[in-house]
């Protein structure tokens, strides 16, 4: 079983136009329940998982969110604060092949409501074992030290935990030592204190578009693994753009890598990474094996308008041809 604790959802639409520019009638329009944690977990769902999440929601888009993910296979469990649920554009120009992203921030949560979701997934996690992640930055005014809370609450209750965030909140986590750490290059970058501040900002550059190469001075992908591991001492997962991603457990340093394989749509590709990594995890599978899902799965997003809108079926084909390394 996989569940998500969701902090900061999101109503997430795209729109597919001929031009960004002017006035425009969309070709298609895709509106998911998203969030990164939603759409991990919709990613999960997709490839046939058991999959719940406790999500913080509000007025307005909350309640299309919450019919969304019910939708899309996810056992949605909404917890209401005060603000409006925020929404997410992505726009894709079909006249340049470039999208354009526009991402409300994280609306503010309170004590109180943070506390009340957390609660309902400690007692959530009784009945549902197996992995449980939290995924993105956290809401404004959030209580510090949130996400450690998180981590140690909900290993308290006997299940694996996944942290997939950035800056002072993935500092927080990390130091509950959580059972899966899964960041990009420039998260990972921010975390052992070597790169120039992710945040939100390197997230983007680190993610399903593209990392490039590392710049002269920073550390190694490998370099970065054991610096992570150092500090969390459970799995780490690195992803590295269109370098394909690395992990290690401690004894063994793995790089995967699928050629050949691209697409328009990227938004989402992260967070469906985390989800088939996951649903291998959750059935069993070795890390290498893990691995080579999570790649395909998140390439199989990119291949559709919507964030984490996959064919199931595509995502287990591209798995065969991901080529896993051990690097150590």
Not at 123 to 130: C, H, M, S
Not at 168 to 189: F, H, I, T, Y
Not at 214 to 231: I, K, R, T
């Amino acid at each position: 079983m996989i569940s998500a604790l969701a902090l900061s959802p999101s109503l997430d639409v795209t729109y597919v136009v001929d031009e960004l520019e002017g006035i425009q009638r969309p070709r298609s329009v895709h509106r998911v329940a998203g969030g990164k944690a939603l759409n991990a977990a919709r990613a999960a769902a997709a490839l046939g998982a058991r999959v719940s999440a406790v999500a913080v929601l509000g007025a307005g888009a909350g309640r299309d969110v919450a019919d969304g993910a019910r939708a899309d296979g996810v056992d949605l469990h909404a917890v209401f604060g005060t603000e409006p649920t925020r929404s997410c554009v992505s726009i894709f120009s079909r006249a340049s092949g470039r999208l354009t992203e526009i991402y409300e921030r994280a609306v503010p949560v309170s004590v109180s409501t943070a506390a009340a979701a957390l609660d309902a997934a400690v007692a959530l996690a009784a009945a549902r074992p197996g992995w449980w992640f939290v995924s993105g930055g956290l809401p404004d005014a959030a209580p510090a030290g949130l996400l450690a809370d998180v981590v140690r609450r909900l290993h308290d209750a006997g299940v694996r935990v996944a942290v997939d965030s950035h800056g002072p909140a993935l500092r927080s986590a990390v130091g509950a030592q959580p059972d899966l750490v899964k960041v990009n290059r420039w998260e990972a970058l921010e975390l052992v204190g070597a790169g120039g501040g992710a945040g939100a900002g390197g997230a983007a550059r680190g993610g399903a578009a593209g990392a490039g190469a590392a710049a002269a001075g920073e550390p190694s992908v490998p370099e970065l693994l054991a610096a992570v591991h150092a500090l969390a001492e459970g799995l780490v997962v690195i992803t590295d753009g269109a370098d394909g991603a690395w992990a290690t457990d401690g004894d063994r340093v793995l790089r995967a890598r699928l050629a050949g394989h691209t697409g328009n749509f990227p938004v989402g590709s992260g967070d469906s990474f985390l989800g088939g990594l996951l649903v291998a995890l959750d059935n069993g599978a070795d890390l290498a094996d893990a691995l080579a899902l999570a790649i395909a799965t998140g390439t199989a997003n990119a291949q559709v308008p919507g964030a984490a809108i996959l064919d199931p079926t595509l995502a287990r084909r591209l798995a065969q041809e991901v080529q896993v390394t051990t690097a150590v």
